[in-house]
């Protein structure tokens, strides 16, 4: 995490006075950019920020151009960086090797020279807020004329490395008033939102995450209420960590007057997976929803379509995380509950209708069932399958 | 101006005054703040357990035992040094206190897994730098200098380097620089971030509070010793190093891993010539040499003895007489080695037996009475007039 470093704590000391200092809207608004700009680079370092530099120039000009072939066309090379940065040692080393092992060999010595050691940093926030603009540019929206309110918007640096995925609509309306004047009330109400980030971030996710580290060596040693101690861990953490990163982000953003979208909402407290997807990593859901599953058809053309709409949806959700088969098999794992969830009510006929009422009626096990169904989810999220399959069974076998 | 105005402004002035008030107890802090009934450096005041003692914290250890008229015998060095088979009543560095006297200051601030100038040396060097009369006693295998920035202790470097209480010593700095450029990306980016947090440490000194804090009232980072009292403060914690059980049950491990680390510490370091006879590799001698003239200021070097540690006879016995010969080759060059840079060398434990040993490295009671012995006599010998 960049907001816990000591390199974050100087630029922030720095910039954080300056920009409350500065009155003048256009001179904020630069000040704000030379931010960001400074932020970036000095994280993503030289051969992350070409790469993004370039897609953004691609971006802003194909949305400026208003014709819908070079928006998609925009689209299509961001997204071909995204796979190219991120998926393709999981293409030729994961996916060529089951197919043909020495190809497999071959492409991996060659991309093994092209590609940097990591992928830009934060290039799939930058690929999903490009392609939400494109797209929307592409649908009619109006694209944004001004370089640098789209520089802003690019590499606003609060939502820069681990999101909330921003929509340009809603950032362009926000900056002008933030630019123009920042409340007390928000400054202080960011700061108090930075602080619970950090306190879930550090004092609670980090712990966390050090304490699986130890005990997932023994897992398979631990009685049964310790291994779903375990999971219950496991589950806190990626809470802990992903929304406390969050609030930091939000906060940060809220001290220079802009309000960025929430990403979560007691997720752990939902009733069906549904409703976990309208809590969790919102930002991410919604765009998945608009982006993808809207377009591939949505709920439009009868249940089948539907259901394969899904689970392609949350399988790509699933790939987004990660290029490896099992992040594919999480999203697959959720895309296959939300179609039972969507469905089990009418395809078991009245058996099915009969569940649906216990459901309704005691919330409580609709809530148990989700959380564990999410938990047991966590486990393919975080283990190759093989392993989150064995560990499964142990909690499920009560030895 | 509205209450909610009001009472945000108030809660935004006791930010920057919450900071300054946490700093001047930092510094406050790092003036008294160190380990009490301190024996040395066992696993819950250690990196170990993700308690980082402070440079700050070091030096007041050693401060507190000295007085006017006292020489301070600072102990680095490794797990040897540190007493790894030996109850903290039976620790070597009492002995060595009670061997000395009370002319001396004895003070262990050595840590297992550290190089020979990681840390304590650093104690040292300030020491001597403020005009105190200081011996340093460290340890090491042939061949073995390192960085003194770089590995787990090295956040002490930078410690004591910002808050300017070390020699100025460009080869030092010149060297861990040259070093990080052919060092991993991520390796760099941590000493960026290690030297950042420690410039930054010299100005608002918030990890003298927050160890004082860990130590004295409530620790917040969990541990796989500490486990689920992780939160108790770590003075709360007794030494539980582990001590050497009845001789009939050490040298349990096994054999054949043990003889190839004993083969190893000098394996590297010699080849045969032609007459048979062992002769020093020059490439690993010019690199220790390399690294101890940029590492080690001068004026600490005639104050410092290196110890140089043998292995148990148990293991050596079973070597070939040849690879016997290339062991004392190599141990009595480097020795040679470091004699010449200006350091007392000795070489330890070729006499001792094997009751002396916990196990292939460290000592028991006995040998730790043994060594107390033999660097009494150094130090004595080093500190006459």
Redesign the interface.
């Given at each position: 995490m960049i907001f816990n470093t000591y390199a974050f704590a100087l630029f922030a000391a720095c910039f954080f006075p300056g920009y409350w200092l500065i009155r003048s809207p256009v001179l904020r608004s630069w000040w704000l950019l030379g931010g960001c700009a400074v932020f970036h680079a000095h994280f993503a370092g030289p051969a992350g920020v070409l790469p993004i530099v370039a897609l953004a120039l691609i971006t802003y000009a194909c949305a400026l151009s208003r014709v819908r072939s070079l928006c998609y066309a925009g689209i299509a090379t961001c997204i071909a960086a995204l796979i190219f940065y991120k998926y393709t040692h999981f293409l030729s080393h994961e996916l060529l090797a089951a197919l043909t092992p020495d190809f497999s060999a071959q492409a991996t010595t060659l991309t093994a020279s092209w590609l940097p050691g990591a992928p830009p940093l934060a290039l799939s926030f930058f690929t999903f807020e490009f392609v939400h603009y494109l797209m929307d540019v592409a649908g009619g929206s109006t694209p944004i004329r001004n370089v640098k309110t789209f520089a802003l918007f690019s590499i606003y640096f609060p939502s820069l490395v681990a999101g909330p995925i921003k929509r340009y609509q809603d950032f362009t309306t926000a900056l002008p008033r933030a630019l123009a004047q920042v409340e007390l009330t928000e400054v202080a109400t960011g700061a108090r939102r930075i602080a619970l980030g950090f306190f879930k971030k550090i004092l609670l996710a980090d712990n966390l995450t050090v304490a699986l580290a130890f005990y997932e060596k023994d897992f398979f040693n631990l009685s049964t209420p310790e291994a779903w101690l375990f999971l219950a861990a496991l589950s806190a953490r990626i809470l802990l960590d992903f929304s406390g990163y969050t609030d930091i982000a939000l906060g940060l953003s809220q001290m220079l007057g802009l309000r960025l979208p929430e990403n979560f909402n007691y997720p752990y407290a939902a009733t069906g997976l549904r409703d976990f997807w309208a809590r969790w990593h919102i930002s991410l859901s919604s765009w998945i929803r608009d982006y993808v599953y809207i377009p591939l058809g949505g709920n439009r053309h009868g249940p089948l379509r539907r259901c394969s709409n899904l689970i392609i949806a949350f399988s790509l959700c699933g790939l987004w995380h990660g290029g490896a088969g099992h992040f594919i098999l999480w999203g697959l794992w959720h895309g296959v509950g939300l179609v039972v969830q969507a469905t089990y009510r009418t395809t078991l006929g009245s058996f099915g209708a009969k569940i649906g009422k216990i459901f309704d009626r005691f919330a409580v096990l609709s809530w148990l069932l989700t959380l564990n169904y999410v938990a047991f989810g966590w486990l393919l999220f975080f283990y190759p399958a093989a392993q989150a399959w064995t560990m499964a069974l142990k909690l499920l076998s009560f030895r | 101006m509205t209450f909610?105005?009001i009472?945000?402004?108030v809660?935004?002035l006791t930010?920057p005054l919450g900071f300054g008030l946490a700093t001047w107890f930092g510094l406050n802090a790092e003036s008294y703040s160190k380990p009490s009934r301190f024996v040395r450096f066992h696993y819950h005041i250690s990196p170990e357990t993700?308690f980082f003692p402070t440079f700050s914290m070091m030096e007041n250890l050693a401060l507190s035992r000295w007085k006017p008229g006292k020489t301070i015998v600072i102990i680095a060095g490794n797990s040897i040094l540190n007493g790894y088979g030996q109850n903290e009543t039976d620790l070597w560095s009492l002995r060595l206190q009670d061997e000395l006297g009370e002319r001396y200051a004895v003070v262990n601030l050595s840590f297992r897994g550290a190089l020979p100038f990681e840390g304590g040396m650093l104690v040292a060097e300030s020491l001597q730098r403020r005009g105190l009369p200081v011996v340093l006693v460290t340890n090491t295998s042939p061949g073995t200098v390192g960085r003194v920035a770089g590995e787990t202790y090295g956040y002490l470097y930078y410690d004591a380097l910002y808050k300017q209480r070390l020699y100025s010593h460009p080869a030092r700095s010149a060297n861990i620089l040259e070093w990080e450029k052919t060092a991993s990306?991520t390796v760099r980016e941590q000493q960026?971030?290690l030297r950042?947090?420690s410039l930054?440490d010299s100005w608002f000194h918030f990890q003298g509070l927050w160890h004082h804090i860990s130590y004295r009232y409530f620790s917040?980072?969990?541990?796989?010793r500490t486990?689920l009292k992780?939160w108790q403060s770590r003075d709360k914690y007794s030494d539980d190093l582990p001590v050497a059980p009845g001789y009939e049950q050490r040298f349990q491990s096994d054999l054949s891993s043990e003889l190839e680390i004993t083969r190893g510490f000098s394996i590297n370091l010699a080849e045969l010539d032609a007459k048979a006879g062992w002769k020093l590799l020059q490439p690993p001698m010019e690199i220790a040499g390399d690294l101890i003239e940029d590492m080690i200021p001068k004026p600490i070097r005639a104050r410092t003895i290196v110890l140089l540690s043998q292995n148990a006879p148990i293991y050596r016995s079973k070597l070939t007489s040849s690879e016997r010969d290339r062991d004392e080759s190599v141990f009595k060059g480097y020795a040679a080695l470091w004699e010449s840079y200006g350091f007392t060398c000795k070489i330890v434990g070729e006499d001792f037996v094997n009751q002396d040993f916990y196990d292939r490295s460290h000592l028991s009671a006995t040998g730790g009475s043994k060594l107390a012995h033999l660097v009494a006599d150094y130090v004595r010998h080093l500190t006459r007039p």
């Open positions: - | 909610l105005k009472k945000n402004l809660f935004l930010i993700l990306k960026t971030e950042l947090g930054l917040t980072t969990w541990n796989q486990r992780f």
